[in-house]
């Protein structure tokens, strides 16, 4: 019996190891993401989930929010507890904007009665779970296109289709903050990294969608601050040097 339970300790001291290697070549020098972190006036969340998903509450006018993604969590507790910390309740969620369809992302999707369900139409499918042998039974209240702008109360949200992690991936410009889901990460060096190749469907669509990404929103004009990641927190007040400096050193 002794050599038998030594035997087992050694397996089990092997498989921890093997899971540890494995978790740092999977996750090694991603920056955490924080459980909360407030940016300028978002409330960027987590829902204590193990994946650490992030969820922003993001301030559209008196009593109304838009969030980006739902998290994993169906009930939606975090994010209720958190507008309940704003002096908000469930009616204020206008509209959640999904960077895409991955569990992680459409938790709390239902859970917001007054919420419009957006994400790009390339991604309704996903959503829905439509093929997946659970569907979710999300449909979109409003299939976003590239390259357009929603307005909800005082924010302008931007839409850019980056295909890659999944077939209907967005990034949303929103208040100077680039919203990028899994699409890419933050490294603990403030570098950025593309998408994760063991959870994403074409690595090499990902890597040109952010490419194009950056030449579009360096040729706009338009005013970024701040990159969000929903499992690697934000790279603030860069603007965009990390993706541009991702883009020089991955030219394709
Ligand atoms: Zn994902």
């Known amino acids: 019996m002794k050599t038998f ?4 300790a050694i397996v089990v001291v092997v498989l921890l190891v093997a899971a540890g290697v494995a978790f740092g070549l999977l996750f090694g020098g991603l920056q955490e993401s924080p459980l909360k972190q407030q940016v300028g006036s978002m409330h960027l969340i987590t829902d204590g989930s193990f ?3 992030t969820i922003a509450i993001i301030p559209a006018g008196p009593n109304e929010v838009v969030l980006v993604d739902a998290g994993l969590q169906s009930t939606g507790e975090a994010i209720l507890a958190e507008l309940a910390a704003m ?33 790009l139409a390339e991604e309704a499918d996903l959503v829905a779970e439509r093929n997946g042998p659970n569907p979710t039974g999300l449909e979109l209240d409003r299939k976003l296109h590239d390259g357009e702008t929603v307005q909800i109360g005082s924010l302008a949200v931007g839409v850019y289709a980056i295909p890659g992690h999944t077939d209907g991936s967005a990034a949303y410009l929103i208040d100077g ?14 570098s950025m990294q593309s998408a994760h190749r063991f959870f994403s469907n074409n690595l090499g669509q990902n890597e040109e969608s952010l490419r194009q990404l950056y030449r579009r929103l360096e040729a706009s004009g338009l005013e970024v601050r701040t990159m969000a990641f929903a499992h690697s ?3 603030q007040g860069l603007g965009l040097a990390p993706l541009a400096a991702w883009v020089q050193d991955n030219p394709g």
């Open 51 to 53: 994946v650490r998903s």
């Open 177 to 190: 903050v680039l919203f990028l889901g899994d699409s890419a990460d933050a490294r603990t060096d403030q």
């Open 87 to 119: 002096h908000l309740n469930a009616d204020a969620v206008k509209a959640i904007f999904l960077t895409h369809g991955h569990p992680d992302h459409i938790g709390a999707a239902a859970a917001f009665p007054e919420a419009q369900l957006m994400a």
């Open 233 to 235: 927190g934000v790279l």
């Open 5 to 8: 339970s030594k035997y087992v």
